[in-house]
């Protein structure tokens, strides 16, 4: 078992105990989720910003460009960026349901905290399945 590392301190204070980092911890889900809460919010704002500005470009280049940039959107690569920002907007709802309950001071204990980021989890892969089930077949549910 790895002891705290303690600072040097002056002798009347005693030595306190420094934070702790991450190699220290073990990684667990919850802890996954609240960094990817952050890295989805920054992929969602980064995303938006570029396609609104490149949809904005090519509708003021001209009908040519325009049909290009509506080419790259329904092409394969253009799925796989409209999947991944999907899954991004879901996982960035699920989990900020999940700081929003914790708030209000809910669902701190480590059970309930493993199983609503788990449910996260869970919740973006099915919305994000289930939205493009309904894109690709054209039918509602």
Known sequence: MASR???PA?????GRPLSPHLTIWKWRVHMAVSIL????????????????????AALASGPEYFRFFQSIVVSPFGAVVG??????????????????IMDAGEGYD???????????????????TA?????????GL
């Open 37 to 56: 809460h952050r890295v989805t919010g920054h992929a969602l704002a980064f995303g938006a910003v570029v396609i609104f500005a490149w949809w904005l």
């Open 110 to 128: 480590l059970v309930t905290s493993r199983r609503m980021a788990w449910a996260t989890i869970l919740f973006s892969a099915v919305a994000t």
């Open 10 to 14: 002056p002798k009347a204070m005693g």
């Open 5 to 7: 590392p303690i600072a």
């Open 83 to 100: 999947i991944g920002l999907s899954w991004a907007m879901f996982q960035h709802m699920g989990t900020g349901m999940r700081h929003f």
């Open 131 to 139: 939205l493009w089930a309904f894109i690709i077949l054209g039918k």
